[in-house]
């Protein structure tokens, strides 16, 4: 949350169970900027706005070749859609299963405006980084990526929607808690919000939770920066004329910095509307989003520093702790690093380095002694 913030203060002053799965058909998707892994077996707020490029009156841009898109398939093992029939959803999944059948899953939740690819270059370093060992689950929630909804009015984007729909692809995905996997539960952004608002029920489901890690958000700073987003949101362009532009919209703003992770993850997050003056489109657009900024981080880091398991908060640059998690660190209830030299898309800008922290949580909270407290475990 951190560039958001700083941000802010700019703009003042100036294999998965076959009932619950269904095969993916639409098998070529190079106009969707080819994210499709294929036939598979098996089965924050968004963009920190930055200034605008006058995109609307300028003439149209030939795509820029080293801005097209790229292929997930090399980043999971699978891409499904799971039925989620309670929520009306059918949601999209990435997945790369653990190597063992006692192993542990990280599902991942995005923030606001991105979607599960986010995650994808992040995730092949952790499979490598593991060789297998832990497993990677990233989604995209209602109202983003792939993942549709059945219900016509589909806006609602509130803390309970969410958390119920993340609880619901846990469920479908891994219906039996006895035999599910160790999950780790892994949030950016509005993201981390849900995963911290989910974990308490997972526990009462009685899932094996291994932590929980928030990457980016701290309640304080993200309550401060609301009322300046609509000025924020402002600068972004309205659409654009090619999925190469809008790579390249996120690489030179700096709203991601490693272009290979733009390139994967930001079409995914646009729509072609040939009836628009631009014609690609914002799959979310964040203003619509306003009227649930609040509940997303309000109470945050209560919840936060409550979930009973260990608790790992991965920061952007020297964000500033609010009171309630300064008192929490001083008392030793969760682990804080930060990562210097990011955006805050820290798991695509470094996707190594974060990579690297988690698994360094996992193994120290997976493998320690019956009876013994994990890391960030009051």
């Not at 891409?79 to 990280?106: E, K």
């Not at 549709?148 to 469920?171: C, E, M, P, W, Y």
């Not at 979930?307 to 309630?324: I, Q, S, Y």
């Amino acid at each position: 949350m951190s560039d958001l913030y700083r941000s802010a203060l700019s703009a003042r002053i100036a294999k998965l169970p076959p009932p619950s799965i269904f095969p993916d058909e639409d098998l070529d998707e190079e106009g969707e900027g080819a994210d499709t892994i294929g036939n598979l077996p098996g089965s924050g707020l968004g963009p920190p706005a930055m200034p605008s490029r006058n995109s609307q009156t300028k003439s149209k841009r030939l795509p820029n070749p080293s801005f097209s898109p790229i292929s997930a398939a090399g980043f999971f093992a699978e891409a499904v859609q799971v039925a989620v029939p309670h929520c009306q959803l059918d949601s999209r999944v990435y997945y790369t299963a653990p190597n063992s059948q006692n192993g542990t899953v990280m599902i991942c939740h995005h923030g606001a405006g991105y979607s599960g690819l986010s995650f994808a270059c992040f995730a092949k370093e952790v499979t490598e980084v593991t060789k297998g060992e832990l497993g990677v689950l990233s989604l995209d929630a209602r109202r983003h990526g792939k993942t549709t909804s059945s219900n016509v009015d589909d806006r609602d984007l509130s803390i309970d929607i969410l958390k119920a729909d993340f609880l619901g692809v846990v469920q479908a995905v891994f219906p039996d808690p006895s035999t599910a996997p160790t999950l780790l539960l892994v949030g950016h952004s509005m993201g981390g919000s849900v995963v911290v608002h989910s974990c308490a029920t997972l526990l009462e489901k009685k899932y094996k939770i291994g932590g929980v890690a928030v990457l980016d958000v701290v309640e304080g700073s993200a309550i401060e920066a609301l009322p300046h987003m609509h000025s924020l949101l402002n600068a972004r362009p309205e659409g654009f004329d090619s999925i190469e532009e809008a790579i390249e919209w996120h690489v030179s703003t700096k709203a991601i910095r490693s272009a290979n992770s733009a390139r994967i993850s930001i079409p995914s997050i646009i729509l072609h509307d040939d009836t628009a003056v631009k014609p690609y489109q914002w799959r979310t657009p964040l203003r619509s989003t306003a009227p649930y900024w609040s509940s997303w981080f309000t109470g945050l880091s209560a919840q936060f520093l409550a979930v009973r398991t260990a608790r790992l908060l991965v920061l952007a640059g020297t964000d500033r702790l609010d009171k309630e998690l300064m008192i929490g660190q001083m008392q030793g209830k969760f682990q804080m690093v930060v990562v210097p030299g990011v955006g805050h898309m820290l798991q695509e800008d470094d996707p190594t380095r974060l990579a690297e922290i988690l698994v360094e949580f996992w193994r120290r909270n997976e493998r320690v002694t019956i009876g013994v407290k994990k890391i960030g475990e009051s």
